[in-house]
């Protein structure tokens, strides 16, 4: 046995952050390191309901002072405790191990390889018989750890993900440490001993989710662990969570870590499994699960897309789905009282429920689990990455950064289509025909930033797969001579949304739309895909024809989802273009209302209705805004209308300068001169006249190397500007009068249907 000092203290458990679990590493208050004689690396015995071992380092910055020990997942596992309990702390000498076999520690996983990859990786870490303990010697180790103990922990790792072991023996018994001299046998497969505790998921395993875990844990962890509480309180326990966000955010995984971690029984239906074709026979089913839930208590019942078991009953037919929405209404409030049993549910459809489900006594709590922030989105990177082997050139922040939209399962598809990437690379070095790979290929595997890189473009936000939507590659230095407007964008879109604490310290809310206007080929597309590149936004395109349907109401929807979906995912730049063939202006026609009249209906509401749009900037482009109803050009609807005229002489010298950078000019070409000579062209029209010049000099031969001035005078007399001066002063007016139609009520149509009163006050017959 280790040799056990007589200062020993209790300390309440707290969780370890994600990104230093797997390390078998424990957190200490400073007071009670420099009491028990504890220096940074030293070895500590926990003693819970089981006594596991960890390495003692100083605590986070912000736990100074706190009475409480951070635990990881696996070490809570190992300690048979939970967050909040108490443990004691001991110092220990542990004993360097003559032999330690290892299995996996789940049964969906079968292992073979180098015990001496598998040595290296636990060299230094100590455990007892029993412990579950996981590979993830690649991730970077934080810098306020001290260096023997970095340079521990970044041992090579024995695969690209983290794999989780079970200690099935050691020799020496007690708390021991792996040597250079231990002897490591890996079994192939899962052994199951009797009363142990699940560790495939923890609460490590969740990022992005520190409050919704609280919430849940209060709802949830706290009934199952400590019903005396509420029998004290003389108060029912929660009986069931709803849990309802967008697919691949986490809910199943939440709910199968709380169960984890409460200790208690976990009951997983499906909800399709639980119908039976027999009548009664889907009642029957759910009836027993209950029961046998009950009779395992402290029991979680986990229910996962209950909308397809408990839609609403006034809008299904089958006699069927009624009896089971009504089954499941009693078995969770009826007359036989229920003891730590908790009832959750997933799904992404709450609107598909049944009301009487969603009341307190039922599910009384709803918690939403939405798309995580950057913050989140890092945390998720560090977990999926802890066993992976990472290049030093790869920056998870900057991922994190790139990746808005991306819920859990869209990271998890991110980081293994990159260590994909590198196995690749290594393929030609791999014997296909051997039974193993050769270690030392193994270990120069890593996954390098251009993996990740290449990853990106195949992988693709999941809430966005039903929408076009594309991450742009024209900046704004690709736009030459819209330099007003590109200013007008940046301030408008670029700046709330990568620096939205600016605008909430002055109190002022941002745009919410953009109107770009002008003649054709002046570039209004190319200026909202470069805002949504600078903004690091998802780029929604549509146009149209893709909103507007034959039937009836499906328009509509056709926009209410799309809206829904850019709010799911933003930040979100959605631009629609030739926005005039969409919401032009109401009022014009008679009978039953017209298709487009019902879409500005619902623009409007949407833009400025009760739900607020976060982070969702429309951009609409239009060479007709004189078409537009006049309800979308006030301010809080598209705030700012910006016109986008045919470039000056230094923007057209700029647009040449673009479209001939990849073009072999000789050297009597001169930029400057074109761009005088080409009065009222477009950037379409410029690049049209570079590829013409292109296409000139290919006549003379198609091997000539240059393209000379003569090949764009010819050019020049083979084209023109699409825009006239008669074009140019209809814009003049329109823009004098686009404001005042903004701000101008629009009048009545101008008849009466007999049998009305005419409106008072004097004013019959005006707007006619």
Do not use: C
């Amino acid at each position: 046995m280790a040799d056990v000092e007589t200062m020993t203290r209790r300390l309440q458990v707290a969780n370890l952050p994600p990104a230093d679990s797997g390390r078998g590493v424990a957190r200490l208050p400073l007071k009670l390191m420099n009491e028990l004689g504890l220096q940074e690396g030293d070895v500590i015995e926990i003693v819970g309901k089981r006594t596991t071992a960890a390495r003692a380092i100083r605590p986070y910055g912000d736990d100074e002072g706190l009475n409480i020990v951070r635990l990881d997942g696996l070490q809570r596992v190992n300690a048979g405790v939970g967050s909040g309990d108490f443990v004691e702390i001991n110092k220990v000498n542990s004993k360097p191990a003559t032999k330690v076999v290892f299995a996996p520690a789940s049964n969906n996983v079968r292992l073979q390889g180098s015990s001496e990859a598998l040595r290296r990786s636990f060299e230094g870490r100590p455990f007892t018989e029993g412990d579950i303990v996981a590979i993830a010697g690649h991730q970077r180790v934080n810098a306020d750890m001290p260096e023997h103990i970095r340079q521990m922990l970044n041992a090579p790792a024995f695969a690209l993900q983290e794999v989780r072991l079970t200690v099935v023996s050691t020799t020496p018994k007690g708390i021991v440490h792996l040597d250079a001299g231990t002897s490591v046998e890996l079994l192939p497969e899962f052994t199951k001993r009797d009363g142990e505790r699940r560790a495939d998921v923890t609460y490590d395993d969740l990022g992005g989710m520190g409050s919704t875990i609280d919430a849940l844990r209060e709802m949830v962890e706290l009934p199952l662990r400590h019903p005396e509480l509420f029998q004290r309180l003389g108060v029912d326990p929660p009986k069931g969570v709803l849990l309802h966000g967008p697919p691949g955010t986490g809910k199943t995984r939440l709910a199968r870590a709380v169960a984890n971690e409460s200790e208690a029984n976990f009951f997983h239906i499906a909800g399709p499994e639980v119908m039976g074709s027999a009548y009664g026979e889907s009642e029957k089913k759910l009836r027993e699960l209950f029961e046998k839930a009950a009779a395992a208590a402290p029991s979680i019942i986990f229910i996962d897309e209950i909308d397809s078991i408990a839609p609403k009953r006034d809008q299904v037919s089958g006699e069927a789905e009624k009896r089971l929405v009504a089954q499941l209404l009693t078995l969770m409030d009826g007359l036989e009282p229920r003891q730590n049993l908790v009832v959750i549910a997933a799904t992404n459809r709450p609107e598909a429920l049944d009301e009487a489900l969603r009341r307190p006594g039922r599910f009384d709590r709803e918690i939403i689990i939405g798309v995580p922030d950057e913050a989140g989105r890092r945390e998720i990177f560090g977990i999926h990455t802890r066993g992976m082997p990472l290049a030093p050139n790869v920056d998870l922040d900057a991922l994190a950064r790139r990746t808005y939209g991306f819920v859990g399962a869209d990271i998890a598809a991110l980081t293994r289509e990159a260590a994909l990437e590198a196995v690749r690379r290594i393929m030609p070095k791999i014997d296909l025909q051997e039974v193993s790979i050769p270690p030392e290929v193994l270990d120069a595997l890593s996954v390098e930033s251009s993996d990740f890189d290449d990853a990106l473009k195949r992988v693709q936000p999941s809430a966005m797969r039903e929408v076009m939507v594309q991450m742009p590659n024209i900046g704004w230095d690709d736009i030459g001579g819209l330099d007003e407007a590109r200013d007008r964008l940046r301030e408008g879109v670029e700046l709330p949304l990568k620096h939205p604490g600016s605008f909430k310290r002055l109190g002022i809310r941002p745009a919410k739309g953009f109107l770009l206007y002008g003649p054709p080929g002046t570039g209004k597309t190319l200026l909202a895909k470069a805002a949504a590149r600078e903004s690091q936004a998802n780029f929604i395109a549509t146009k149209s024809s893709d909103l507007l349907s034959k039937w009836y109401g499906e328009s509509e929807q056709q926009i209410a989802r799309l809206f829904a979906r850019a709010r799911q995912v933003a930040p979100t730049v959605i631009f629609i273009d030739e926005l005039d063939s969409l919401v032009p202006a109401r009022g014009g026609g008679l009978g039953e209302p017209q298709v487009t009249e019902r879409v500005v209906n619902t623009i409007l509401a949407e833009m400025d209705g009760l739900e607020e749009l976060q982070n969702v900037v429309v951009i609409g482009a239009t060479n007709r805004p004189n078409l537009i109803d006049p309800a979308l050009l006030r301010p809080g609807r598209f705030d700012e209308l910006i016109y986008v005229g045919p470039p000056d002489t230094a923007g057209r010298r700029r647009i040449l300068a673009i479209h001939t950078e990849g073009m072999p000019l000789a050297k009597d070409v001169d930029l400057q001169l074109m761009a005088r000579n080409t009065e009222r062209f477009t950037g379409a029209d410029l690049e049209d006249l570079v590829r013409r010049a292109g296409l000139t000099a290919l006549r003379r031969g198609l091997d000539e190397a240059q393209v000379t001035m003569s090949d764009f005078q010819t050019a020049l007399e083979e084209t023109r500007a699409s825009v006239t001066e008669e074009m140019l002063d209809d814009y003049a007016k329109i823009r004098d009068t686009l404001k005042s139609d903004a701000v101008r009520p629009v009048g009545g149509i101008g008849f009466v249907l007999p049998g009305t009163l005419r409106p008072r006050g004097g004013n019959e017959g005006k707007g006619s």
